[in-house]
C-alpha cells in the first residue's frame, strides 16, 4: 500500500535553521529533497504556487517527473507559508506548512484533521 503522506513529500516542504533574510523569501526556485531521492521546482500556476517534480531518482516507487501540487499558501510570519497543497495524482489535500530560508527549506503536510504528518527538508539548487 502506498503511503500518501511519503509521496507527497517530495512536494511537501519546513526550515529548521533560522533565517538569513527577512520575510520576502520566496518558495519559488528549484529544491533538492534531504533524501536525494527527488528535486522539484516551484513556481506560480494561476494564483496557486505549483511544485513540480523534475527529477526522481532511478528506482523510486510512486512518483515521477511531472508529478506536481498544487499549493494555496499564503506568508503567515517571516519565513513562513501556510495553507493547503493538492495532490491531483492521488487526490488527496494536506494541510501544509513551510519554513523558507534563503537556501534551505521544510515542508510539513499533514492529514486526518493532523493526526498524521510528515516534515520533508530541502536544499535550494540553481
Known sequence: MTNPLLAASVLS???AAPLARAADISPEGNWSRGD???????????NDLCAINTWIKPGVKDEKIGD???M???????????GKA???QRNLTYRLSMDVGADRMTTRG???G????KGVNWTRIS
Request: with cysteine; charged share 20%; proline share 8%.
Open 13 to 15: 516542504l519546513v526550515l
Open 36 to 46: 536525494g531521492k527527488a528535486r522539484v521546482r516551484i513556481e506560480p500556476c494561476g
Open 68 to 70: 506536481k501540487l498544487i
Open 72 to 82: 494555496t499558501v499564503k506568508p503567515a510570519t517571516q519565513g513562513k507559508w501556510s
Open 86 to 88: 493538492f495532490d491531483p
Open 110 to 112: 499533514c492529514v486526518l
Open 114 to 117: 493532523g493526526l498524521v504528518c
